[in-house]
């Protein structure tokens, strides 16, 4: 089944305690994106990869990182949380092109709380 | 700045009846814009889009209208179901961008039986 997966689903941590949201998809899709949503806010690109140790910033990118070392895994890293990046965080994948457009497919989402 | 505006953040409608969501935008780069529909629990699901050369596409009980003067789309459930109840996301893609997707803050649609 094609799909994206992220891992945790849930996650309450404290204020400064490095952590990782993984994401992996089987769809060998060369773009893959991390967004957070916000009550009022929608969906937010914070990191995007176009491929293979290709990533760039979103809209939001302070206090995350990312990298890509496989073509199907995104991690998202969060050094230092705090509190204002409590939210709930969707990646998401599909083919490359800057042409047209080709549907993202997310994953089911993962809660963080940062306390 | 926000390029992509969903103005209501609900709305309820009767089941069997007509649901229109709307959606506004800035750019007139835009060039294809999707309608995304989001469960709790779940991520978002991509239900229907439209080119900016087009000024409606329709599939099923879908239908999505573009004012590309009023810099202005629509999705219109006809009939609407109980299934139907979600949020629904709008989104612009413009060509050449490699941040692909803009999206809107969201209308959270409830469909009454």
């Known amino acids: 089944e094609a799909q994206v997966t992220q891992n945790p689903r849930y996650l309450i941590t404290v204020t400064g305690k490095k952590l990782t949201v993984t994401c992996s998809q089987n769809m060998n899709h060369e773009y893959m994106s991390w967004y957070r949503q916000d009550p009022g806010l929608g969906l937010r690109q914070i990191y995007y990869s176009m491929n293979v140790e290709v990533t760039d910033k979103g809209d939001v990118p302070e206090g995350y990182k990312v990298s890509r070392k496989e073509k199907r895994n995104f991690p998202l890293i969060l050094e230092s949380p705090s509190p204002n990046q409590t939210s709930l965080y969707f990646c998401a994948s599909s083919q490359t092109s800057l042409g047209r457009y080709n549907e993202q497919f997310f994953g089911p989402g993962t809660r963080l709380t940062v306390l | ?113």
């Not at chain 2, 007509?18 to 629990?41: E, G, H, R, V």
């Not at chain 2, 050449?96 to 997707?101: C, T």
């Open chain 2, 1 to 113: 700045d926000q390029q992509v505006k969903q103005n209501s953040p609900s709305l309820s409608v009767q089941e069997g009846r007509i649901s229109i969501l709307n959606c506004d935008y800035t750019n007139s780069m835009f060039d294809y814009f999707l309608w995304y529909k989001k469960y709790p629990a779940e991520g978002p699901t991509f239900l229907i889009s439209i080119s900016s050369i087009k000024d409606k596409n329709e599939d099923g009980r879908f239908t999505v209208f573009l004012n590309k003067s009023a810099k202005h789309l629509s999705l219109h459930i006809v009939p609407s179901q109980p299934g139907d109840s979600a949020v629904y996301f709008c989104a612009a893609f413009l060509s050449g961008s490699a941040r692909q997707l803009t999206f809107g803050s969201g209308t959270q649609l409830t469909v009454l039986p």
